[in-house]
């Protein structure tokens, strides 16, 4: 069974700065994929950015980016530029890469992150 | 595109009646969909896979009976919460997996459906 671990339940940090979420995950799968959701006080969850486990490469979308650790089965993601509308419950999931797997996301706890002006 | 809506997205209700939730794929089509419960604060909780044209697959602690869910078509999933009571107040999400298999097998979220019992 797949676990996935947000060790910060809150993080808060000032408009215009940089701020870094930490996951980590347990597995034994090869092929898999990642991702952090932010949800909003919408409640809308909405996919921020997503990391094949074959590529070394990391992710990057605008000023969200990550560092995936592979071998520490690490998933960090970093937000560059902090703005207010950032300000929500960001989420690290986990799904296997195998189509039998019925694409079946495996959350962590969450952290709250509030970008205070 | 790969947009899920969710109706409706506030229902109020009285203890032993019965709710119906929708959750539909509106420019895809899902094979599978998935039902989670969201307490305040608290992560995602999956109660039960629901895949077209069959039963559904649910959670362990998940009564399959007090929550009946129905993927009779391609872009369409019900889940009904059968005598419903104030300890099943919650939120509740749905989303989707494209049936053309996205390479990242990626779920795409509804908006959620706040369900108050009183």
């Known amino acids: 069974a797949q676990t996935v671990t947000q060790s910060q339940p809150e993080m808060s940090v000032q408009e215009a700065e940089t701020v870094t979420l930490s996951c980590t995950y347990d597995t034994s799968e090869n092929n898999y994929y990642l991702f952090w959701y932010k949800q909003p006080p919408s409640r809308q969850m909405i996919l921020v950015i997503r990391?094949?486990?074959?590529?070394?490469q990391n992710a990057t979308e605008n000023r969200f980016s990550v560092n995936f650790q592979k071998a520490a089965k690490s998933f960090s993601l970093k937000i560059s530029d902090s703005q207010l509308g950032d300000t929500a419950m960001y989420f690290c999931a986990f799904t296997p890469g195998w189509e039998t797997s019925g694409s079946r996301l495996t959350f962590g706890e969450g952290t709250q992150l509030t970008v205070n002006p | 595109g790969a947009v899920v809506s969710q109706h409706p997205s506030r229902v109020i209700c009285k203890s032993g009646t019965s709710v119906k939730i929708e959750c539909r794929s509106l420019d895809f089509q899902a094979t599978t969909m998935f039902w989670y419960r969201q307490f305040p604060k608290k992560s995602l909780m999956l109660m039960a896979t629901s895949n077209e044209g069959s039963k559904a697959t649910y959670e362990q602690g998940v009564e399959k009976d007090k929550f009946l869910i129905n993927h009779a078509s391609l872009t369409l999933s019900t889940l009904t919460v059968t005598s419903a009571h104030p300890e099943d107040s919650s939120f509740y999400i749905c989303?989707?997996?494209?049936?053309?298999?996205?390479?990242?097998?990626?779920?795409?979220f509804g908006p959620g459906t706040r369900l108050t019992v009183l």
């Open positions: 990391q094949e486990a074959y590529k070394q």
């Open positions: 989303s989707a997996r494209d049936a053309g298999g996205h390479r990242y097998n990626e779920q795409f």
